[in-house]
């Protein structure tokens, strides 16, 4: 599989050279074939390190399931809500009252960042407490951190869900049978769905000084590894859980590994 998508990878960047040969430096550089030979060199043993690297990045074992899914392990639903009520706000039932938490700070935006991407949210709206996005943040730091040990490259997780109304939880109810016919946790701005099967690719952007050709060559890792990533989704989660329960045991985050839909449910459990 790895061969066949460094050559469909080269194929497409060659062309893509051809097609803008007057302003992308790897079309001007006039790669050769021998050239052309030692970057596929150096992307297969690229790439072959990083397939090595996610082997090492096990997925989540069934007793590290259990202890984020099945109680007693983990926190009782009420725990999160307990917690929400603790730190979140006031449940939100208006436009108007939203915006007063926004400009009085006890709401900020949810937006993409280094750590984490903000996926579609459909029945919730992007915004958290500040202490949640601390939070959020040092879940990222983590879980880069953990990616770096293993030798593997910089991902973002993903959120797909986060503030809702009483009158959103409603709507949520009638497409979704595991959402909470009561209260939800998601009420109070303190608690978010990760999506455990989605990872985005954050690369650094080459060097300005680089050579033509390695800047070539930086791209097409680039694509090498946005291409691979959904084939390893389970062992980066594998790593995303790990950090989970261990701020869960630390007891900032609690944390549900939800069954119907492939979200890790936290909630913010105490300020860093």
């Not at 996926?119 to 040092?138: D, G, K, R």
């Not at 680089?210 to 062992?235: C, I, M, N, S």
Request: a neutral charge; one cysteine or more.
């Amino acid at each position: 599989m790895c061969v066949r998508v460094l050559l469909f990878s080269a194929l497409v960047l060659l062309a893509g050279c051809a097609e803008t040969a007057s302003t992308d430096p790897a079309s001007s550089a006039g790669i050769t074939e021998a050239a052309l030979a030692a970057v596929l060199d150096s992307l297969g043993a690229a790439m072959q390190a990083q397939h090595a690297a996610r082997e090492r990045s096990r997925p989540l074992n069934n007793e590290e399931q259990r202890r984020l899914r099945d109680r007693p392990y983990r926190p009782s639903y009420s725990a999160h809500l307990a917690a929400g009520r603790r730190l979140g706000v006031a449940p939100v039932s208006s436009d108007t009252e939203l915006q007063q938490h926004l400009e009085a700070g006890r709401l900020v935006p949810l937006v993409d960042t280094e750590h984490y991407t903000v996926v579609v949210l459909e029945h919730s709206a992007p915004f958290v407490t500040p202490a949640a996005i601390e939070a959020l943040a040092e879940i990222g730091r983590r879980f880069q951190r953990r990616l770096t040990e293993q030798g593997l490259p910089p991902f973002r997780y993903a959120i797909s869900s986060a503030l809702r109304t009483g009158a959103s939880q409603a709507d949520l109810r009638k497409v979704n049978r595991n959402a909470t016919s009561g209260t939800s946790s998601h009420e109070y701005g303190t608690c978010v769905d990760l999506v455990y099967t989605r990872y985005f690719y954050h690369p650094t952007a080459p060097d300005s000084t680089a050579a033509p050709l390695d800047a070539f060559v930086h791209r097409a890792r680039e694509r090498e590894t946005a291409l691979l990533t959904g084939a390893y989704w389970d062992h980066l989660s594998g790593l995303m859980g790990r950090v989970l329960a261990e701020m869960q045991a630390e007891g900032t985050w609690h944390v549900l590994l939800e069954e119907r839909q492939p979200v890790y449910h936290i909630t913010l459990n105490r300020p860093l």
